[in-house]
């Protein structure tokens, strides 16, 4: 299943009746020439906006045109009522630009004062309470509009998956694991859709897929994908096809009215008992295919995975901001060779289930904490299912979207990268590096009373994630803030 949007992007260009409305056309064909040279996908409204009734002409264009999201172009000053009226209207993310002037040599006739004319614009968004997205420089050159505008082809993708999410949860979360627990209410105020069930229905799902004829094709293509080293359990698969199955049943059955999904799901302790596998592995390979599941029923968890996946369209990961990295490990490994001191280091990790386009070597194995607790230390059965291996280094941004008890919504934001030094540990995991992690570790993940969880995305996405949650009207928006940039909790004594 398809599980994020394809945006299709239109332009509008607005015009102040009292200025040229051939300036603002020429402006917005040129824009159009130089976003379609790098993407190939814009529809152009003919329609210019002078008036009320141009916009509602304009709009009719992109809508019969299949548009899910727009750009409002000012060529020239632009008409401040129906340039925002567009935004008010229209089923969809929007965005604002405007145009630079193109020359000294024509400032009479060939001056647009859209400079001017988006100070007016973002005035009247405010008066109607209209949320845009606004770039940081919204003032350009065509090259320049075009960019800002394939900037914001995933800012909408990510709106627009979210505004038709649903969140499908199992079971509630395991006992000591209330950090992951969060009133839901903010999720229905930014359109996600959250459905709640008990493991018992998933079992009950899980039992009625026994013999479905499609297991076979599973195995075969979880095999191809392990490999003749990382399949270690052969007879395992047939059980763990049958549970991928199942949740993909489900989420086809339970999308209901919505066009995307994501899991929540209960995986401990009582999950490899009675299924008898831990579920990581068919976790990595749902996620692998834009389907997020959340371990320990973190359900903004999972809705922070999904908002990266719309960013970066590749998959993602959730782990643990897990431990620190030993002394001894950083002085052989990391000190000298990598700009970073220990504090700025950490290792993030999972049982088991980051998908395998994200990591280096890998192979099923079993969970090593749950076989102490299940299995008594011994011959591993139902403990076993987890994808293991160290995460491939690179760039990445660990970020969440989380609600707090009173049922505010709040973010972080941190990019840095996975480092090449194997982690000599167990489970998905790797060595990360976050310029200044140490302050931020304490004063927004700790002084903000984050959970344990974070969301991986394996690229610097942090500038697409702030305009997405300034969108949604996130006002803490928390990041690692750079030496001599203080937090408002830091001890300015501690040296």
Request: glycine share 8%; net charge negative; hydrophobic share 35%.
């Amino acid at each position: 299943m398809a599980n994020i949007p394809e945006v299709k992007l239109g332009i509008i260009a607005v015009s102040r009746d009292c200025f040229i409305i051939s300036l603002s056309e020429r402006r917005r064909k040129a824009v159009v020439e130089a976003f379609n040279a790098k993407a190939k996908n814009l529809y152009e409204a003919k329609t210019t906006v002078e008036n009320e009734k141009d916009m509602l002409k304009a709009l009719e264009e992109v809508k019969n045109a299949g548009c899910n999201a727009l750009c409002v172009f000012l060529g020239n000053f632009g008409p401040e009522t129906p340039e925002t009226q567009i935004a008010e209207y229209f089923d969809g993310p929007v965005m604002y630009v405007a145009a630079a002037e193109e020359t000294g040599k024509d400032l009479i006739n060939g001056r647009g004062d859209a400079y001017c004319g988006m100070l007016n614009c973002s005035y009247n968004l405010g008066l109607r309470n209209i949320p845009a997205v606004i770039p940081e420089y919204p003032v350009g050159t065509a090259t320049e509009v075009a960019d800002m505008m394939l900037d914001f082809v995933p800012v909408a993708r990510t709106l627009i998956g979210l505004s038709s999410l649903k969140v499908i949860s199992f079971g509630p979360r395991p006992q000591d694991f209330f950090a992951c627990n969060a009133p839901i209410k903010p999720l229905y105020d930014i359109g996600v859709e959250v459905q709640e069930n008990s493991e018992l229905d998933l079992l009950v799902s899980y039992r009625e897929h026994k013999d479905d004829k499609r297991i076979p094709a599973v195995v075969e293509d979880m095999a191809k994908e392990l490999g003749t080293k990382g399949n270690t359990y052969p007879d395992l698969l047939p059980r763990m096809a049958q549970f991928e199955l199942t949740l993909l049943d489900w989420a086809e059955n339970n999308k209901g009215s919505r066009d995307y999904v994501v899991f929540a799901d209960k995986c401990w302790p009582a999950f490899p008992t009675e299924f008898g596998f831990e579920p990581c592995y068919v976790n990595s390979r749902l996620c692998s295919r834009g389907i997020p599941v959340a371990c320990e029923v973190d359900i903004y968890g999972a809705v922070s995975e999904y908002i990266g996946y719309c960013v970066t369209d590749h998959p993602v990961a959730i782990l643990d901001i897990n431990n620190s990295v030993p002394q001894d490990l950083y002085n052989e490994d990391i000190k000298g060779k990598y700009n970073y001191d220990l504090k700025d280091t950490f290792m993030g990790f999972h049982c088991g289930n980051t998908p395998k386009s994200c990591m280096g070597t890998c192979s099923l194995k079993f969970q090593l904490i749950q076989n102490r607790l299940l299995e008594d230390s011994g011959t591993p059965d139902i403990t076993r299912g987890t994808l293991e291996g160290d995460i491939k280094p690179g760039e990445i941004t660990f970020y969440r979207l989380q609600s707090t008890a009173a049922g505010e919504l709040k973010a972080y934001i941190a990019e840095g990268e996975v480092l090449p030094v194997p982690t000599r540990s167990f489970g998905s995991i790797g060595i990360f590096a976050i310029p200044e992690m140490g302050r931020f570790y304490r004063h927004v993940l700790i002084e903000k009373q984050y959970p344990h969880h974070g969301a991986v995305s394996f690229a610097h996405s942090g500038k697409a994630l702030y305009t997405i949650f300034k969108y949604l009207g996130i006002k803490d928006i928390a990041f690692n803030q750079p030496k001599g940039m203080m937090y408002p909790s830091e001890n300015p004594f501690v040296k």
